[in-house]
């Protein structure tokens, strides 16, 4: 039943550019600065103050345009859109709702073919086939951030603060088409990705940087003309995203299917996390409609009067799809490796760091994808807990057998608890592994002796006493043995009793 319909989605984004200063003063951007220090004249909108174009802001705005294989207008131009809002100092927001610096672009996203049933993952299995699929990005434009209010839950007040206002904006306006859910969150995804691999922003949710309003309509398939459309605010996750979008849908479906199709209307909705439901926020009615007239304080963005167009030209560094696959070609890495590791770009170059260093790439994967991940998961750092330099001397000692492989893993810990080098922890608590056969052989023969019986089942065909004397053979030498030799040797030995 729910296959005769589909589900038209458009993504509104909104994402906070890594510039230092604001928009169109010198106000710092830094987020968390006491309430309304990072201020000014011209941010607070006080009369006669005059903006003056942030050209940082632009570049890294062109910057995402080009990534996102968008036409770049030379000439785009700023406007007033009028509202009245406490958040909102001047009465006005200045955008650019006529002519953005930016427009008809696309980004391909790649998807499991699996997509329907599973959860929404990205690729993970490397003999599925890759689905692309494409989104259209119908505009991008400048704008300016407004401040931000504060609810106090004890009181009745409302506080505001306008560190935000005229913090340095890129909205990203996709055009409304028949995909999934799940298609939508990878794109996002995705781009929240470039745009951290670009750095035009740190895209940070938790601190709003990055937000993204949804529409979502309904229609009967073969139907022609858009349904009416329903906007979903307050959404601060992916996944949160995903489940407000199966929601929504589910519930025009039902409308619909149920002959009260009426009953879908222009309106803001707000995604309630703790019960997993939209609800009305606002109607629109058709009597929201902004008053936008052009910002007569700013002359139109030439970006050839400015010196920016030869950012047209210059190269784009490398996009998380593109490293992906070469991790793949180049390295031989598995899919869901390749798509971990390209999570953040740190990760990346750290794994490459890693193999620099004279480490094999598959040796490198598993010891980051592993250990590394683990131990870095219990601490607060941004930065991986162990160099990348004393990560790869200790992956060539376990390699060349001078520790076993689980050794290895307790000279990790203390790596990223010290700043000493593996050789220094391994000489100095005597970790280093015994290779010598003929001392093994003699150990092993002497377990043997003390374990006739075992040695009996053996000889009658039980081979699970390998495995017994291989616990003993280790714990007698605390794990510093190489379990390849001491097996070896132990099969010779009982293969001669
Ligand atoms: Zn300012
Ligand atoms: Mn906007």
């Given at each position: 039943m729910k296959m005769n319909f589909e589900t038209i989605i458009g993504l509104e984004i909104h994402i906070?550019?890594?510039?230092?200063?604001?928009m169109f003063c010198t106000c710092s951007t830094q987020f968390g600065a006491p309430p309304n220090t990072n201020t000014c004249p011209i941010c607070l909108g006080m009369p006669g103050a005059l903006p003056k174009l942030n050209q940082e802001a632009v570049r890294l705005a062109l910057l995402a345009g080009r990534t996102l294989n968008c036409e770049i207008n030379r000439v785009s131009k700023f406007d007033r859109k009028s509202y009245f809002y406490p958040d909102l100092p001047k009465g006005y927001q200045i955008t650019q709702f006529y002519l953005p610096l930016c427009q008809n672009g696309y980004l391909d996203v790649e998807l499991d073919n699996n997509q329907e049933t599973e959860t929404c993952t990205m690729l993970k299995n490397a003999s599925r086939k890759i689905n692309t699929e494409r989104v259209e990005i119908d505009r991008i434009h400048l704008e300016e951030d407004a401040g931000k209010l504060?609810?106090?839950?004890?009181?009745?007040?409302?506080?505001v603060d306008y560190n935000r206002a005229g913090v340095p904006l890129i909205e990203i306006v996709?055009?409304?088409?028949?995909?999934?859910?799940?298609?939508?969150?990878?794109?996002?995804k995705e781009l929240k990705l470039i745009m951290e691999y670009t750095e035009v922003s740190d895209c940070r949710m938790d601190q709003g940087s990055l937000r993204c309003d949804v529409n979502v309509s309904v229609r009967k398939k073969g139907d022609?003309?858009?349904?009416?459309?329903?906007?979903?605010?307050?959404?601060?996750?992916?996944?949160?995203?995903?489940?407000?979008?199966?929601?929504?849908?589910?519930?025009?479906?039902?409308?619909?299917?149920?002959?009260?199709?009426?009953?879908?209307?222009?309106e803001t909705r707000r995604w309630d996390s703790a019960k997993g439901v939209t609800v009305t926020m606002r109607v629109k009615g058709d009597s929201q409609h902004y008053y936008i007239a052009p910002e007569a304080d700013l002359p139109s963005l030439d970006l050839a009067d400015i010196g920016l167009d030869f950012i047209k030209k210059e190269s784009?560094?490398?996009?998380?799809?593109?490293?992906?696959n070469r991790f793949l070609s180049q390295y031989g890495l598995g899919r869901y490796e390749a798509n971990i590791l390209t999570e953040s770009k740190y990760l990346a170059d750290y794994f490459e760091e890693v193999i620099d260093h004279g480490v094999?790439?598959?040796?490198?994967?598993?010891?980051?994808?592993?250990?590394?991940?683990?131990?870095?998961?219990?601490?607060?750092q941004s930065t991986a807990p162990v160099d990348a330099q004393r990560l790869a001397d200790l992956i060539k000692i376990v390699e060349q057998g001078m520790?076993?492989?689980?050794?290895?893993?307790?000279?990790?810990?203390?790596?990223?608890?010290?700043?000493?080098?593996?050789?220094?922890?391994?000489?100095?608590?005597?970790l280093t592994q015994v290779s010598d056969r003929a001392e093994i052989q003699s150990k092993i023969q002497n377990i043997l002796t003390q374990h006739q019986d075992a040695v009996e089942d053996y000889k009658s065909g039980s081979s699970k006493v390998l495995g017994y004397f291989m616990g003993l053979i280790m714990k007698t030498y605390s794990g510093q043995v190489d379990p390849r030799i001491a097996r070896e040797i132990l099969e010779d030995v009982l293969g001669k009793k």
């Open positions: 906070e550019l890594k510039t230092a200063s604001k504060i609810h106090p839950e004890d009181q009745s007040i409302t506080l996709t055009k409304p088409r028949a995909i999934s859910p799940c298609t939508a969150v990878n794109f996002l022609t003309r858009l349904g009416t459309k329903v906007e979903i605010k307050n959404l601060n996750s992916f996944k949160e995203i995903q489940k407000a979008l199966e929601w929504e849908q589910l519930r025009q479906i039902e409308l619909f299917q149920s002959g009260r199709s009426d009953q879908i209307i222009s784009i560094p490398e996009l998380p799809m593109e490293k992906r094999q790439p598959n040796e490198a994967v598993k010891w980051i994808l592993t250990e590394i991940l683990r131990i870095w998961k219990n601490t607060a520790i076993s492989r689980n050794i290895g893993k307790e000279v990790l810990y203390e790596l990223a608890a010290t700043d000493k080098t593996p050789h220094a922890i391994v000489e100095h608590k005597g």
